[in-house]
């Protein structure tokens, strides 16, 4: 059995976005402290991260398929904080949100962190950004508690484990015309002259019970009709 993990380590040459929502910054801006404090605790430089701000959560899927798709982009880090209020807005942001994340992360192969907090309250919200001192030991470290921490710590995990994954191989499919010609190069032709669409009355395979009586029928059918008068 092969077991393949990655560790929490300074990552190879590239760089890492962190993708932030202003909404709720008084929350989110805790969420960057905490993801910068852990990237630095793994010796990863300051001109090695990118930080860009985005109106709320809902925009951060945009931003992260901007930089996903980018070669040198190592893993996309995105920060938010969605509190539930009066209505179930919460529910369509959060869905929408984490849906488009992870299809972001598929598509594209880079590391799509989701560090959004989805919350009932800003109580909660608080404890997971580190905003109490109930969320977090600074004896032990000082990024405790903080979910944007652990999402960074998430990317570096994800970024090692990228290097250790085996090679696979893909299937190469032909280009579009070359298939559709080799599907319908035989049922594609009507032609009496082919052989698996003949059907000619001299055909041996033909049915002479099916054929034949409708012929008779057809010529009956015709004697029977009045003559026309010039």
């Given at each position: 059995?092969?077991?393949?993990?990655?560790t929490?380590?300074?990552?190879?040459?590239g760089?890492?976005?962190?993708?932030?929502?202003?909404?709720?910054?008084?929350?989110?801006?805790?969420?960057?402290?905490?993801?910068?404090?852990?990237l630095?605790?793994?010796?990863?430089r300051?001109?090695?991260?990118?930080?860009?701000?985005v109106?709320?959560?809902y925009?951060l899927?945009?931003?992260?398929g901007?930089?996903a798709?980018?070669a040198?982009?190592?893993?996309?880090?995105?920060?938010g904080a969605?509190?539930k209020?009066?209505?179930?807005h919460?529910?369509?942001?959060?869905?929408?949100?984490?849906?488009?994340l992870?299809?972001?992360?598929?598509?594209?192969?880079?590391?799509?962190i989701?560090?959004?907090?989805?919350?009932?309250?800003?109580?909660q919200?608080?404890?997971?950004?580190?905003?109490?001192?109930?969320?977090?030991?600074?004896?032990?470290?000082?990024?405790?508690?903080?979910?944007?921490?652990?999402?960074?710590?998430?990317?570096?995990?994800m970024?090692?484990?990228?290097?250790e994954?085996?090679?696979?191989?893909?299937?190469?499919?032909?280009?579009?015309?070359?298939?559709?010609?080799k599907?319908f190069?035989?049922?594609?032709?009507?032609?009496?002259?082919?052989?698996?669409?003949?059907?000619?009355?001299?055909?041996?395979?033909?049915?002479?019970?099916?054929?034949?009586?409708?012929?008779?029928?057809?010529?009956k059918?015709?004697?029977?009709?009045?003559?026309?008068?010039?």
């Open positions: 059995m092969q077991t393949i993990e990655g929490v380590c300074p990552p190879p040459k760089y890492i976005a962190i993708v932030v929502a202003r909404f709720n910054r008084t929350i989110t801006a805790r969420l960057l402290e905490g993801s910068l404090a852990k630095r605790q793994h010796k990863v300051e001109e090695d991260v990118k930080v860009i701000w109106p709320g959560a925009e899927p945009f931003v992260a901007y930089f798709r980018d040198e982009c190592l893993a996309v880090i995105c920060l969605v509190i209020g009066e209505t179930s919460d529910q369509h942001i959060n869905r929408a949100v984490s849906m488009s992870n299809d972001i992360s598929a598509r594209f192969g880079t590391p799509v989701f560090g959004v907090l989805t919350c009932d309250t800003v109580e919200a608080n404890a997971r950004s580190g905003g109490t001192e109930q969320s977090r030991d600074k004896s032990i470290d000082p990024t405790a508690g903080n979910k944007g921490a652990e999402a960074a710590e998430a990317a570096l995990e970024i090692d484990l990228m290097t994954l085996p090679e696979i191989k893909t299937p190469q499919l032909p280009p579009l015309p070359q298939m559709l010609s599907m190069e035989n049922d594609g032709d009507f032609d009496d002259d082919d052989d698996d669409l003949d059907f000619d009355d001299d055909d041996e395979d033909d049915d002479e019970e099916v054929y034949r009586p409708r012929k008779k029928v057809v010529k059918a015709k004697k029977k009709l009045p003559k026309k008068k010039s």
